[in-house]
């Protein structure tokens, strides 16, 4: 277990500032994610973190030690790509064993070792297997094995479950978490899918343009988003945004209801005008517009899939939020302000 910390750090390529700025602590043993758009720089941060890429400012700490200048086989940090980047040439029992090779460790040391990573992950029947001969979410489980096999002090991931299926990813996460906390080790795992990081995080850091927007508990993130980005990014569908008397006002769709379910002193009403209906099963959304002269948007509900709700497309029915669940961004800098409605 070890503390990784960035301070001010930054990586410039040419113009384009792929990380800007970025101060970031982890707690030892924690599990952090990094979410963000596609090129919000996450990746980057993870190489400089790792010792592959160099940064233009700014300082890498492990342990409250400057490694920054450090190559990365002195960092005691293991990294898994999206790509896996197994030996094909080699079998699983090679692969998860040639990083301690690589180090020197004593042969007669080697297969206990490899024995331990490979039962981690219920691998131990392929050992002999050339990675063609495994599935999608096999090959995951070794790159996941020969990355621990060393007991690195801090595990770096990157978009690992990216290539597996949807139902693979589901019991893959699982399987990931639980092994993280057995293991202890400080994890910080890059995601561009919120799903992820919200099942998958004990903190979650939002990134967007080279730069930390929020840095938070999950729930803390989904419920109080620092700005329209993070309100947005987060959430599917994301949290609605209208005009509202100047002020940008923000509740997420599961909070937008019919307002005969709600106490109406405690809630605001607004006319929902139905476009479009999906019934999912477990949930229905129901998508349409608000449209006063003080308040505008388009907006969605999320209701219960048992909820019978007696909605028609093409009409306009009364909506309501409670005022608990009502945020507030400034129109101009999307920042999260401290608001309220009349
Ligand atoms: P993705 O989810 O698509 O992998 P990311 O958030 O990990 O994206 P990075 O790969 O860190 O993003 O890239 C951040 C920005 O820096 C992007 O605009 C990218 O084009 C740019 N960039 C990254 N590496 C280089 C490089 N070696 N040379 C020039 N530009 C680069």
């Given at each position: 277990m070890a503390v990784v910390e960035a301070r001010g750090i930054s990586r410039h390529f040419g113009e384009v500032r792929a990380v800007d700025g970025v101060n970031l602590a982890t707690a030892e043993g924690e599990f952090l994610v990094l979410l963000g758009p596609s090129g919000?720089?996450?990746?980057?941060?993870?190489?400089?973190?790792?010792?592959?890429?160099?940064?233009?400012?700014?300082?890498?700490?492990?342990?409250?030690?400057?490694?920054?200048?450090?190559?990365?086989?002195?960092?005691?940090?293991?990294?898994?790509?999206?790509?896996?980047?197994?030996?094909?040439?080699?079998?699983?029992?090679?692969?998860?064993?040639?990083?301690?090779?690589?180090?020197?460790?004593?042969?007669?040391?080697?297969?206990?070792?490899?024995?331990?990573?490979?039962?981690?992950?219920?691998?131990?029947?392929?050992?002999?297997?050339?990675?063609?001969?495994?599935?999608?979410?096999?090959?995951?489980?070794?790159?996941?094995?020969?990355?621990?096999?060393?007991?690195?002090?801090?595990?770096?991931?990157?978009?690992?479950?990216?290539?597996?299926?949807?139902?693979?990813?589901?019991?893959?996460?699982?399987?990931?978490?639980?092994?993280?906390?057995?293991m202890g080790f400080t994890t910080i795992y890059v995601t561009h899918d919120q799903v992820e990081a919200m099942g998958l995080g004990d903190r979650i850091v939002v990134m967007h343009q080279g730069r930390i927007r929020q840095v938070g508990l999950p729930k803390e993130i989904y419920d109080s988003p620092a700005d329209t980005f993070v309100a947005t990014f987060l959430g599917s569908p994301p949290m609605n945004l209208i005009e509202h008397d100047g002020i940008v006002v923000g509740f997420r769709p599961e909070n937008f209801l019919p307002a005969d379910r709600m106490n109406g002193d405690e809630s605001v009403a607004y006319p929902f005008e139905i476009t479009y209906m999906e019934d999912l099963g477990a949930e229905k959304l129901i998508y349409g517009n608000i449209r006063e002269r003080t308040h505008t948007g388009h907006v969605v509900s999320r209701l219960p899939g048992n909820v019978e709700a007696p909605i028609e497309q093409g009409r306009t029915y009364p909506f309501a939020a409670l005022r608990r669940d009502l945020r507030f961004f400034d129109i101009k800098t999307g920042l999260r302000t401290e608001g309220s409605l009349p």
């Open positions: 919000c720089g996450k990746t980057t941060l993870l190489r400089m973190i790792a010792g592959i890429e160099e940064p233009t400012h700014g300082d890498i700490l492990i342990d409250g030690h400057v490694v920054t200048h450090l190559p990365p086989r002195v960092r005691n940090i293991a990294m898994v790509f999206q790509s896996y980047a197994l030996y094909p040439h080699m079998t699983v029992y090679k692969n998860i064993a040639f990083p301690l090779r690589t180090r020197g460790m004593d042969k007669a040391d080697i297969p206990r070792k490899v024995e331990w990573a490979a039962s981690m992950f219920g691998i131990e029947k392929l050992k002999h297997r050339k990675p063609r001969e495994l599935s999608g979410g096999e090959r995951q489980r070794v790159a996941l094995a020969r990355a621990v096999v060393r007991e690195p002090s801090v595990f770096l991931l990157d978009e690992p479950l990216s290539n597996l299926d949807a139902k693979l990813r589901a019991s893959a996460r699982e399987e990931l978490r639980q092994f993280q906390k057995r």
